[in-house]
Structures are given as structure tokens and as C-alpha cells.
């Protein structure tokens, strides 16, 4: 009796008509079909950059540390503090790195147009250049530059996240792919931002009149063969390796997520992967 019955439900089951998938999204069947690649990242979220619908998910509202994607944040405070980027601001003690006791080339005492401070921290993720931009910004120092950072959050929906520092460093600074992609979204509505994270190279005279050569943290920048209009990249251990971007495909801008990558070239793997496969496939996502 049991048996009969069971095989009745899967029969009506097999009779009951397939309910097709929004525009642009991919349900499993799809995805069989069309071998979506394995990915390293722990969390990812690949975002139609016009339409806002997603091609690909994976863990999107679980939330981890985000290490340097944090300077996205910091730079958009920044910018909205009015701030003079012309005034030139020095490094202190108080930039010194004692939670995780990283080394930085921008040594004490060097003083740098805020601009000049900005471009370092988001093309090669310089924490003391954060850090001091952070520090001198607003009445208040750090602490009340921190507060600002979470109300922005909050303001553009970013409701998974929170921010205990401008660098990256704390690994209490947490978010998601979902509240990252919005930030990414927001980041993009800045012309200085877009230019000074894909800028390939600078460099400056140190206190010690050595010229100093800084390269941009992402590997894909650096090889210039993607059409990349924003991104960053983070580090930190128990963050694994981290990269948000927006990029076209095609013609097609797409919003990218990758979080908690493993080794070293893991996040760039799986940003290739992903290329590869929307190209192989554009019948799936070229909409809006």
C-alpha cells in the first residue's frame, strides 16, 4: 500500500508543468546544462550590472570578514567629508599596525596630498594611507570617521554589514556578497574611485628620497586585458582572498563577488571561470 502510493506521488509530480526561471537567472537545470564552473570562493554573487538580476549565486548572506574591500567605504566617506584632497596629511604612530603587526613602506612621518594618499590605498590597498586618511578627515578622528562609514552603510541598505575600522585590518569588519555588490553599486557613482582603483601603477618619493613604486593589488588590472570600471581586492587570514568588481563582458557590465577564495591566485581563477562561462553562453544573461 505504501509503495503504491509513493509511486503515485511521483507521478503526479512528473505530470505537474515546469515553472520557468525569472529572465536571466539560471535554475539547476540550467545549470547542469550549461556546466557552471566550480568555484573557489566560499561566497559569490555575479549581478546583471543593468538590470540588478543575479546569474550566479553562492552563499550570499552569510556574512564574513571582508579585510580591504573596506577602503571602498573609507573612500566614499571620504569623498562625501568635503574634505580638501590637495591638504597634505602625515603619517603617524597611530597608523602603526599592532593588531596584525603588517609592515607598510609608508614609514612614519611621510606626508602625502590626501589625492596621493587615496590612490595608494585603493590601487595597492596601503593600510597607513587608510588609516591617516581616516584619522584626519573629520572632527572626532578614526572613531567618528568609523561611525560615519556605518551610517553610509546603512543609508544605502547595506543592513549584513558593520565596519570597526578604515583599513580592513579588524576582522570584525563583515558584510556579504548581497550587502558588497550594493556597496560596489555605490562605489561606482564616483569618478575618483573608479579611476584611482584600476590605475595599473605610481609612484612617490619617500622620507628617505627613495622613489617607491606601488602596483595595483589585482593581478587583472595589471594584465590589462579586462574592460574593469571598478574593483578592490582584500586580505587578510580569516578572510582568505577577496575581490568585488564591476566589469564588462561583451558588452554587458557585470557586478562580481568573490569572498574567501584560498590560495594565493584562487579569486583570479574563479573571476576567469565565470568570464569564460558567460561567454560560452550569452543567450542566458545578455538582457537589459
Partial sequence: MLRKFAALLVSAALAMPA???????????????????????????????????????????????????????TA??????????DQEVTVSDAEIDRLKNTTSRLAVGTTLPRKEMLLLALMSSENRAAATLARTALPG???AFVE??????????????VFYDPTGLDLRNT???????????????????????????????????????YRNS????????????????GYIQEAG?????????GSQPLIIVLLAAGGNSARVNDARSIK???EAHPGNWLAG
Wanted: proline content about 5%; aromatic content about 4%.
Fill in 141 to 143: 578622528g578614526t572613531a
Fill in 241 to 249: 582572498r577577496c575581490m568585488v568588481m564591476q566589469t564588462t563582458v
Fill in 19 to 73: 515553472v520557468a526561471a525569472p529572465p536571466g537567472v539560471m535554475v539547476a537545470s540550467q545549470m547542469a546544462d550549461h556546466a557552471v564552473p566550480r568555484l573557489n570562493s566560499h561566497s559569490v554573487l555575479v549581478l546583471n550590472g543593468n538590470t540588478g538580476e543575479p546569474l550566479y549565486e553562492k552563499n550570499i548572506h552569510q556574512r564574513m570578514p571582508i579585510a580591504s574591500i573596506t577602503k571602498l567605504m
Fill in 148 to 161: 560615519r562609514m556605518n551610517k553610509k552603510a546603512r543609508s544605502l541598505g547595506m543592513n549584513e554589514t
Fill in 76 to 85: 566614499m566617506v571620504l569623498l562625501d567629508s568635503g574634505v580638501s584632497l
Fill in 175 to 213: 558584510s556579504t556578497a548581497h550587502d558588497l555588490a550594493r556597496m560596489v553599486k555605490a562605489a561606482h557613482n564616483y569618478p575618483l574611485i573608479r579611476t584611482f582603483t584600476t590605475t595599473p601603477e605610481h609612484q612617490i618619493v619617500s622620507v628617505r628620497n627613495r622613489v617607491l613604486q
Fill in 276 to 278: 569564460t562561462w558567460l
Fill in 218 to 233: 589585482n593581478a587583472l588590472v595589471r594584465e590589462g586585458n579586462w574592460d574593469i570600471s571598478i574593483q578592490k581586492t
